[in-house]
């Protein structure tokens, strides 16, 4: 039996990648159904997506050498460990609030990325596939499953869509990824002649026309900033970056996401509207009046994100435990009745981690987020990682950076799958770039791996 890999590039896997190959099989169909089918059929791809995480996490310990030592399986101790902390502590003094059992899951299903990373065997093709299994997936959610045709109708007449994915922020979440990765690989979906490739270029072009349609009809305002600041920024690495790329690439990504940005600019209409709408609700909170504030999408932030300041300073090492986000709505006694019985959750994910896990949540958080992104240039300098990569991870970095100000999608299970998806395929080449020469991302920090 052929090595899965094969199917995607000639020759086998670096001996790093050791495993059995049913196994090797089974986790790759495990990742191919996480990853087209997450945004569509629920259950058999969370299934595959316990199953993927479970079988190459048991990989990484069982043959990963050189990399079964490396950041992320010690910080998924770590966070284990920080939320049995956390749990403990509301048990020993507020054990009404805290459930019987800890739930573990709720930081470490973060860490699903470890297993795909494993079953991507380090290879740049088995990235790309499966991260276009991702769009294929969003764009078949948004126009097969019921009643997505009549939120396009409903969008494009000036309504709010909202697709049956989850709701409008996570659904402009998720078309403002796309269309980021759309616009970092537009040299790839480009270059070449033939008829494969004009095919290639005309799926492109409708995708990023559905990505940048469904951004502008979901109107979230958080995605719509992110994207702009993007937009601006990706040129500006691209001709960075240009000294180790062809110019002509880099500079055809560069005035792809020039022409993207002015398109964003002549929709403005609904942007401005939307933007606008509450705009005396900012001033107000400025001023500091806050007893009348309106019941409305940013008055409401602007409260509950008051009320957990309160609740963070009480216990900042720590936090509240899990479900430290709901005793803020339900246990400040001056936010409105109808606050609380509409909302749940505080749309941030920073005061989220702090008021459920405090500063030793946080510094799990910004140690893996420092990993991966030190790893991703280390990988890119190294030309292990394709420059077009490393650019749509930094791209995602500061995107998903500011929406998480503004809803909390790191909380659901939308958030989880971006965020596995997209580390993993960074991981697996920072992997890759480690066993190639031996180096780690953080020297004096991590032990050397077990041999």
């Not at 770590?78 to 459930?99: D, F, K, T």
């Not at 958080?222 to 702009?228: E, I, M, N, P, Y």
């Not at 602007?302 to 009320?307: C, F, K």
């Not at 991966?372 to 650019?391: H, K």
Request: net charge positive; aromatic share 12%; charged share 15%.
């Amino acid at each position: 039996m052929r090595h899965p890999l094969s199917l995607l590039e000639p020759g086998e896997p670096d001996p790093a990648w050791r495993s059995p190959l049913w196994l090797c099989w089974l986790g790759l169909l495990c990742v191919l159904l996480y990853a087209g089918l997450r945004l569509i059929e629920h259950g058999l791809a969370e299934q595959a997506g316990t199953l993927m995480a479970l079988t190459g996490l048991f990989a990484v310990l069982r043959w990963g050498r050189g990399i079964r030592g490396s950041g992320p399986l010690w910080l998924l101790l770590a966070v284990v460990v920080v939320q049995l902390i956390s749990w403990s502590a509301g048990y020993l003094n507020h054990p009404e609030w805290v459930p019987d059992n800890p739930r573990l899951d709720r930081l470490a299903k973060w860490f699903l990325f470890i297993g795909l990373a494993w079953w991507l065997w380090g290879s740049t093709r088995a990235t790309l596939l499966v991260w276009s299994l991702g769009l294929a997936g969003l764009l078949g959610a948004v126009f097969l499953l019921e009643g997505s045709l009549l939120q396009w109708q409903l969008g494009l007449q000036g309504v709010r869509a909202e697709f049956p994915i989850r709701n409008s922020q996570h659904d402009a979440m998720l078309f403002g990824t796309g269309l980021i990765g759309l616009v970092c690989f537009a040299g790839r979906c480009w270059r070449g002649d033939g008829a494969l490739v004009w095919g290639r270029r005309l799926l492109w072009s409708l995708a990023l026309l559905v990505c940048l349609a469904g951004i502008v009809i979901t109107q979230t305002r958080a995605v719509w900033l992110a994207v702009l600041v993007v937009m601006v920024l990706l040129p500006a690495l691209v001709w960075w970056g240009s000294r180790k790329s062809s110019h002509r690439s880099w500079w055809g990504l560069a005035i792809m996401a020039l022409v993207i940005l002015a398109g964003a600019i002549a929709l403005h209409e609904p942007v401005t509207k939307r933007l606008t709408n509450e705009e005396h609700i900012i001033a107000q909170a400025m001023e500091g009046d806050w007893k009348s504030i309106p019941y409305s999408s940013i008055g409401n932030r602007l409260l509950t994100w008051r009320a957990a300041v309160e609740w963070i300073a009480e216990r900042p090492l720590v936090g509240w435990g899990e479900e430290g986000r709901s005793l803020v709505i339900e246990h400040t006694d001056w936010l409105p009745d109808k606050t609380k019985e509409l909302y749940g959750h505080l749309h941030n994910t920073l005061l989220e981690i702090l008021v459920s896990y405090g500063l030793l949540g946080l510094s799990v958080v910004l140690a893996l987020i420092a990993w991966i992104g030190l790893g991703t240039w280390r990988a890119w300098r190294a030309d292990v990682m394709p420059g077009d990569m490393a650019l749509f991870g930094a791209g995602f970095f500061v995107f998903y950076a500011i929406v998480s100000q503004f809803e909390s999608y790191g909380s659901f299970w939308t958030g989880a799958y971006v965020q596995n998806l997209i580390a993993g395929g960074l991981v697996t080449h920072i992997w890759r770039w480690q066993v190639a020469t031996g180096r780690r991302v953080f020297p004096s920090l991590q032990r050397k791996a077990i041999s």
